[in-house]
């Protein structure tokens, strides 16, 4: 077995009681002493402060625009400095390797991957791309919540002028930090990439603060799907499209039929089709009746008895802020909002109306 | 009161024996948000899995500590699952049991011995 890593902010996370849980090769708090739902609810409420220290942070010259196009199914060229958007790598068959955000600053692009697929994404990087610069000396910390602006504020003003997607640089205590004005919980809020030299320092800043507290990953999960956003190798993987994860909304019309640079990236005639024409599942939202959740993996018929299966939960739990259980599933693309659909829990069926997303109204300042 | 290794607790009341989980184990599952309670009636047999308490986290079951009928469940736990995590030892008792032998308590931990069996 590999040793797991440790982030910058391991000895933090553990004085403050975390519960440490192998993650994606790391080591990371999955809670604190004040437990999910309330790290949940403190986050809607307040401001949380996530360690996402495990995920990749890369560099990549802007030189490579164009070859980065070649992979990523979105508008990088027409990206204006100080801007940021969500992409995804995709395969020849049109599935998602990963999903990433991307940023463009003065000299360079910034790149945010997933953990779990860091080292398969820098690796596929590399092989297309010249000069792809991995970062390990910086953390990666999350500021989400309503009392995240006003909190970041009191260590660097300027924070308060960024809207939803913006990047920019601050200096903090001789170190330049880069922050975007974005997360992963459907709050407003801000990730910051900060130099190992001073993270715990700076974390320790933020913590310092009356409405600031440490959140674990068990919330992260439930706050992303409230928001209703995509967990990679649940929601969306190599077997789905974006079309069918329902994200196609990230594909901009430069890079669709008809756009001034269509297609070009892997899987693109596949991704393209089911643009104009649909694709035959699709990634929804459910409302399971009753108290219990309906997790990852519950199969999904469209009848009480007997019946057809149709589709499958690919992440579910209870949504501490919905106060219900709430799940997202891949169901025909003939299903509509209002349907129910019965999830055979524990050798039961029991029913679910097929809901809009988000679950959570998302509060970005855009 | 008498414990045993899955960390229920079983306390006498009359020719009855109530059973709940214990404080450890209701920290150890986190935010309870659903339990699925058996049907009064219903006969159980030792092992017997018997409830269904879903935290935020995952779902767990509890087994039937012993042989018997379960003659009332605790309808409480339906409204408001969060007892489990804040009155583990009394409000948030799961079912009654009638033992078809009160002799199987003999087997479990007191609580000191529970205390250790923690650690």
């Known amino acids: 077995m590999t040793e797991l890593l440790r982030t910058d ?24 002493p004040m437990g999910v739902m309330k790290e949940h609810l403190h986050t809607r409420a307040e401001a949380g402060l996530f360690d996402v220290s495990h995920m990749g942070q890369v560099i990549v ?20 400095e100080g801007r940021q958007r969500y992409g995804i790598f995709t395969n020849e068959a049109g599935g998602i390797l990963d999903d990433l955000m991307i940023a463009r600053k003065s000299d360079h ?4 991957v997933n953990a779990a697929c ?6 596929h990087l590399q092989a297309h791309l010249p000069e792809v610069t991995v970062i390990r000396d910086r953390a990666l910390i999350a500021l989400q919540g309503p009392k995240a602006e006003a909190a970041l504020a009191r260590l660097m003003p300027a924070v308060a002028g960024m809207r939803f997607m913006d990047v920019a640089e601050a200096g903090w205590q001789g170190q330049t930090l880069w922050i975007s004005r974005s997360g992963y919980t459907g709050e407003d809020g801000y990730e910051i990439s900060v130099p190992s030299a001073v993270a715990v320092a700076f974390t320790q800043a933020l913590l310092d603060m009356d409405e600031v507290a440490p959140i674990g990953l068990g919330a992260r999960d439930s706050l992303r ?34 756009g001034a640079r269509e297609g070009g990236f892997p899987g693109a005639e596949r991704i393209l089709s089911q643009l104009d024409s649909g694709a035959d599942r699709r990634r929804m939202g459910l409302r399971p009746e009753g108290r219990a959740p309906m997790r990852e993996g519950v199969e999904i018929f469209d009848a009480a008895e007997g019946g ?37 829990v524990r050798g039961k069926r029991l029913p679910a109306t097929v809901s809009a997303m988000p679950f959570q109204a998302q509060t970005y300042k855009r | 009161m008498k414990f045993t290794e899955e960390h229920e607790w079983l306390r006498v009341e009359g020719d009855l024996v109530v059973v709940g989980i214990t404080e450890h184990a209701s920290e150890q599952l986190g935010d309870v948000v659903f339990v699925e309670l058996p049907e009064p009636g219903t006969q159980v047999a030792k092992g017997d899995e018997i409830c269904v308490i879903e935290s935020v986290k995952a779902a767990s079951d509890i087994s039937a500590p012993v042989d018997g009928e379960i003659v009332e469940v605790n309808d409480a736990l339906a409204d408001n699952p969060a007892l489990v995590n804040e009155d583990p030892l009394e409000g948030a008792w799961f079912f009654k049991m009638k033992l078809e032998d009160m002799d199987q308590l003999d087997a479990f931990m007191d609580e000191d011995e529970y205390k250790d069996f923690i650690g």
């Open chain 1, 308 to 344: 057809t299966m149709i589709g499958t939960i690919t992440s579910g739990g209870f949504g501490p802020s919905v106060g219900a259980p709430i799940a997202m599933a891949y169901l025909p693309s003939s299903f509509r909002e209002g349907d129910t659909v019965w999830g055979e």
């Open chain 1, 9 to 32: 902010l391991y000895d933090l996370h553990v004085s403050l009681g975390a519960k440490m849980v192998p993650f994606a090769g790391w080591e990371m708090p999955v809670q604190y």
């Open chain 1, 118 to 123: 860091a080292e398969a994404d820098i690796a």
């Open chain 1, 109 to 112: 692009l910034f790149l945010v």
């Open chain 1, 225 to 258: 799907l409230e928001a209703g956003l995509c967990l990679y190798g649940h929601d969306i993987d190599t077997t789905t499209t974006p079309v069918e994860g329902d994200i196609a909304w990230a594909i901009q019309k430069v890079r669709r039929k008809g």
């Open chain 1, 61 to 80: 010259p802007l030189s490579a625009i164009d070859a980065l196009e070649a992979l990523i199914p979105v508008d990088i060229a027409g990206l204006k």
